[in-house]
Nanobody, 120 residues
Framework: QVQLVESGGGLVQPGGSLRLSCAAS????????MGWYRQAPGKQRELVAA???????NYADSVKGRFTISRDNAKNTVYLQMNGLKPEDTAVYYC??????????????WGQGTQVTVSS
């Protein structure tokens, strides 16, 4: 019913930048909160940043001042601009969206994940 497609991951040197995108498609009536999570090898998935439909944002302490989350409601797309990347940011990054499908209640959907590797 709803698909989330991520793009923008890759290999970058420490101090570099990447921009992740996540586009939602399908039988979408409205999208509530959207967010980015990450999971490093051997660690639990953690919230990186979230944004409400009204534009309010929330960040993990480890990325405050370096990462910026934004969204384009007309395109059903959420972005994560990552600056000042560190090796500890290396992880698979997942997009999440709380979507109201036509005629149904709000459901949480996940993207397939995109690898971000920070290494010299």
């Amino acid at each position: 019913q709803v698909q989330l497609v991520e793009s923008g991951g890759g290999l970058v040197q420490p101090g570099g930048s990447l921009r992740l995108s996540c586009a939602a498609s399908g039988s979408i009536f409205s999208i509530k909160d959207m967010g980015w999570y990450r999971q490093a090898p051997g660690k639990q998935r953690e919230l990186v940043a979230a944004i409400t439909s009204g534009g309010s944002t929330n960040y993990a302490d480890s990325v405050k001042g370096r990462f910026t989350i934004s969204r384009d409601n007309a395109k059903n797309t959420v972005y994560l601009q990552m600056n000042g990347l560190k090796p500890e940011d290396t992880a698979v990054y997942y997009c999440n969206a709380h979507v109201q499908v036509y005629g149904l209640r709000v459901t949480s959907y996940w993207g397939q994940g995109t690898q971000v590797t920070v290494s010299s």
